[in-house]
Structure formats: C-alpha cells, structure tokens
C-alpha cells in the first residue's frame, strides 16, 4: 500500500526532508546545506533527488509504497502548473519546472508550493489549528508571512501569493519596505528591524533570542521589547480579524519562541481594536510543530492534491 | 415552473422589494419607507410580508411559481440559523428568528444575510465581478464594507463578520472609531468624515455628490479631495491585495458615483505599495448594479442556498 509520503522543506539554509508515516509521524529525517549547491540550480535538484532515495533506502522502504513527495520553497510558486516562478533568497531560480523535472528524476507524483502555505496545512492538520475552518497561520521570522486557511481549505488567490500578511501597511507613512512598499508589518516586526530597534533600548543589536533570554529573567527593557513588539503585530492583525473573521490565529517562526511575552498584549490589542464579535470569537495561540511544519505540511499538500483527505 | 424570487433590500432609509426572473431581470417593484415602521419590529416584518404578497399579486405570479425569498440586512446576521443578531440603525432588532417569522407569514423558503455579502453576490453573478474566482467588492457610504468572493464562493468567516474593510487600521494612531477601535478606513471615508474633511477645503460642509459635481467641472480643490480620498482607500486596499491577491474590486456604494476621479489615484498606489504580482494582477472596477445590487443578490442568496447554480 502506498502509505508514506517524503516531505521537503527547502530553506536559504538547510533543504530539510522526512519520511512521514499515515498517521502523520516523521519516520527518518535527513537534511543537507543549501549553501553547497546555491551556485547551481540543477545542482540543487539533483541533491534533493539523490537525497530522497538514500532516505528511502536508509528507511528500507519501497518507491512502490510511496504516494508522493511534497515540496515547501521560500517564494513564488505555481502549484498547479508545477513552477517555481521566482525565489528571492537562492538565486537562479525563475520559471523552473521543479515539478516536472523531479518526477522524472524519481518517478514519483511531486507537488509543490510556498512554504508558508505549507506550514499552514501543517499547522491546521497535525498542529494548533486542529479543528479550525477558518484559520490564519502567521510565521514571524525574517521574513514575516502567513498561510490561509478559509471555509475548510488553503486559500491561495489568484496568483498563490495570498497570505503576504507581513506586507499589510501599519501606517499610511512610515519607512520604505524591500518589498517596493512603505510602513509594512515586516518592515517593523521582522527579524532585522527587531535586532534594530534592539540596538535603541540595550545599547547593542540583540538577536530576538537574546532578548527572550532577557525577558525569561525578568528584564523590564526586555518585556517592554515584546509589549512593543506585539503591539505592532496585534495592530495588524486588528484589520486581519476584521477582515476575515477567523477563528485562531497560530503564532509560529522563530521570533515566535517569544510568544509567551507577547499574548497578553495581542489579546488585549485585538479586543480593543476588533470588531467586539471577530474580536472574541478569535483564538491566539502558538504554533505547535515549529521545525516539523514543512514537513508533515508536504503530507497534507501531497494528500490533497492526489483527492485524498488527510 | 418555480422560477421568481423576491429580492428585499432593508435599509435605514426604505425597504426596496423585485421580483427577479431567471435570468437575473427585476420584472417588478415597489418600495416603502422604514421609518414608517422603525418603532415596531413586528410591524415592520408584517409590512415586509404584505408588500411581498403585493408585489406578486400586482405581477400575477402565483406564489406557486415563486423559488423563495432573499433579503439583505444592515448588520450582524446568522443565515445559517436564519437570526438577525443585531442591527446598528434599526432599534429594536437583536436576535430575531426572522427567517421563521416570514416563512409562517408567507409559505415560502426565506433566506437572508448582511446586506453587504448580498451586494458582493449581485457583482460577481450579474455585474463587474462577473466571472471572477477571487473578488472583493467594496461599499462606499455611511459605512465602509465590503463582501468577499474567495474560491469562487462568498466567504463568511466564522461568524458572519468577514468583510469589515471599513474596520482595517490605516495607522496605529488616529482618531477614535464609533467601532472601538482607533484610526479604521471608515473613520476617514466614511460619508460623515468626508464632509467634515469638506468643511476645511470648502469652507463649509460638502456632501460628497456636490464636491462630485464640482470635480466635474474641474474644480482643482474638489478633484485632490477625490484624489487625497483614493490615496486613503489605496493604502487601506495595499494590505487586501497583499492578502488576499484578488482578480478583482468592485467599488461601489453612493461615494463610489466619483470612482472616475478616484481611478487612477488608487491603481497608481495599489502599484506603488502591494507586492508586484499581485498589484498587476488586480482589476480596480466601478460596481454596476448600484441601486439593484441588494434585489438582485437575494436571487443569488436564495439559489445558492437551495444548491442550485445560478
């Protein structure tokens, strides 16, 4: 019986893979730098695809019992047509038929997309999102973005660049954005704007960790660090409870290993700044998976994408 | 052949009644004032249900021939359960069975739902959303709301809130909204708040039709107040189309007569602030259907509701 599917999480540092069992477990995991092949994409592929077959192999596992192999990547994606369009952290990435060239490689269904839906599918399915038709799966990293779930399902829009949560404006003026625009949520709450507003309160840049250390033991400078920070990210995410009305919020990344510092203030800025329904009826809470989400999310994605529920 | 439904439009102001042929056409209509009834919730729903038996009578369709009823509401409604929850501007009305009331009156399926999502199903089924999967349609008024087509179905949230543009945070300070909250779109696009922008411009308070016929006339004051108003309602637009990169919005409500001078202001900042994909995927359209909006989506309510396609 085809029961395990290979789940891959292509990060700007490691490309990270697992064998994951139907009930959802990573049976064998394996993982390999980025770095090494960043100067060749077909490098790359060829890596990801030998690495699949030694995690077979090392699990004593049969190609036969394989429903297929999931993929998260860090960008642009064309799920449907198999592309990746565009990835902005490893270069050489533009139009590749990731999809097409695998399954020739391996000769197993391969279904891709962006990482952050992934982890969304991961959390909703495996994780803190357990039981929710409405659900925003927010990733705080240095990069902040997020994975939809709406009415039972991944919303993508119309390009799948839905969830770009870290580009909604918090001011109608502010610094400029990488992203082209001004004032975005990521632009003040991602990972190099908090080593930078570190720098104002601790006299030197500290990275989110070293700041959580800080707060763990009390620190005033260090809570009021996060206080700030959240406050930030509830402003925010006021307009996303408006707006869509979800049902959880799950709170993941790096940056959320702090989120005990923030969820009093979050709570306490979405009820006074929601609607008073959405505002209640959302839940905040942590992601559950952290650094197992793309993985077991390339389940679900392999899953639905051959009409299976998982 | 059961093919009419009456479509009703409770406003404030009136209570608007069509009749709605198959293929989407108000075949007959009649109206009456709200007011007339605003200090009686029971009388309002008996006069609902007379003008319905009126209307079918004066167009001699025999309620036999009649699919249901659909209206649309000002406020939080539960059309699962067929409750009106709660109407800001209608005194009276918190949590009434009104779906139950009117089919024990009338003998017919009645189905019903806030009147903003019924405008957002009135676009995309007969008007400029038309054959688009992913569509915010927007209302300009007193109010500033807006329904949302996602995967080519109207999206509710989780308690019928979703859609509450006019509540999203154009910055982190601002002034107090009625909402609760501080600094919303509404608060500064809202009808109210462009006349009171007016007064300082004009001297004295403009509705926003008089500066419309001003900007006609190429009045310079009159066309940066249409153009500091779309730079406001594009900020506000960046994040949705970051979020949920749409095919499509629909500006529609009474501001919305002045979306021509309003047009290019918006594309031109959705350009300058969204992400690229979706900023050039995103259509920026003028609603259609205007006054017929709220009869004609009670069509699509109703058909949808019986699952049927429309």
């Not at 993508?156 to 001011?171: F, Q, V, Y």
């Not at 001004?182 to 990275?207: D, W």
């Not at 925010?236 to 790096?254: E, K, R, S, T, Y």
Request: aromatic share 6%; hydrophobic share 40%; net charge positive.
């Amino acid at each position: 019986m085809k029961r395990f599917v290979v789940g891959i999480d292509v990060g700007g540092t490691n490309v990270k893979l697992g064998l994951v069992n139907s009930s959802g477990r990573i049976i064998s995991r394996t993982y390999f730098p980025t770095k090494s092949y960043i100067r060749s994409r077909n490098k790359l592929i060829d890596a990801i695809a030998q690495a699949v077959l030694r995690l077979l192999r090392a699990a004593r596992v049969p190609q036969s019992s394989v429903l297929g192999i999931g993929l998260g990547l860090p960008g642009l994606i064309d799920p449907q047509r198999g592309f990746v369009n565009f990835l902005p952290n490893i270069p050489g990435w533009k139009n590749v038929p990731l999809k097409k060239m695998l399954e020739k490689k391996l000769r197993l269904p391969v279904f891709i997309d962006n990482d952050a839906k992934i982890v969304a599918l991961a959390e909703w399915k495996f994780g803190s999102g357990r039981g929710f038709d409405h659900l925003v799966c927010l990733t705080l990293g240095t990069g902040v973005g997020s994975g939809l779930i709406l009415d039972g399902r991944l919303y993508r829009g119309a390009d799948n660049t839905a969830g770009e949560l870290g580009h909604l404006p918090l001011n109608e003026k502010g610094a400029a954005c990488n992203c082209g625009g001004v004032a975005c949520l990521e632009r003040t709450i991602g990972n190099r704007y908090l080593v930078q507003r570190s720098r104002k309160i601790f006299g030197k840049g500290l990275e989110p960790q070293a700041v959580g250390k800080l707060a763990k033991r009390g620190d005033a400078r260090a809570l009021r660090f996060w206080k700030e920070t959240a406050e930030h990210l509830g402003n925010a995410l006021a307009g996303v409870v408006n707006l869509l009305n979800p049902q959880c919020i799950v709170v993941g990344g790096g940056v959320a290993n702090n989120f005990r510092f923030m969820r009093k203030t979050l709570i306490e800025v979405l009820r006074r700044r929601a609607l008073r329904v959405p505002a209640r009826r959302v839940k905040v809470v942590r992601a559950r998976l952290v650094k197992d989400a793309g993985i077991l999310g390339a389940r679900v994605l392999v899953e639905q994408s051959l009409g299976r529920s998982s």
